[in-house]
């Protein structure tokens, strides 16, 4: 059984910085994809980013050159460092797994950007 679990959440003020983390737990099937997605209130959940096994890497044109994604395969992590961060980056963020036939998603984080 594979399990996500996210950190890095919190307040910050616009124009601000923070990083998400996700660990997962259990073995990974390859070829998998990792990445971010996001919510906000009233709104579909949105890819933000997301990164191949072999290190491709695809952004939302919205996060573009303010988002990075990273990972590492020997800790099974994925991490998301978001800069300059604007009100509308406000969302639960939710830690995404794809692999051939399946999936998992992680509980979510939750980001506030103050105005």
């Known amino acids: 059984q594979v399990q996500l679990v996210e950190s890095g959440g919190g307040l910050v003020q616009a124009g601000g910085s923070l990083r998400l983390s996700c660990v997962v737990s259990?073995?990974?099937?390859?070829?998998?994809?990792m990445g971010w997605y996001r919510q906000a209130p009233g709104k579909q959940r949105e890819l933000v980013a997301d990164?191949?096994?072999?290190?491709?890497?695809n952004y939302a044109d919205s996060v573009k050159g303010r988002f990075t994604i990273s990972r590492d395969k020997a800790k099974k992590t994925v991490d998301l460092q978001m800069n300059s961060l604007k009100s509308e980056d406000t969302a639960v963020y939710y830690c995404?797994?794809?692999?051939?036939?399946?999936?998992?998603w992680g509980q979510g984080t939750k980001v506030t950007v103050s105005s």
């Open positions: 995404n797994l794809k692999i051939i036939g399946g999936g998992a």
């Open positions: 259990g073995i990974i099937s390859s070829p998998n994809t």
């Open positions: 990164m191949y096994s072999d290190g491709t890497k």
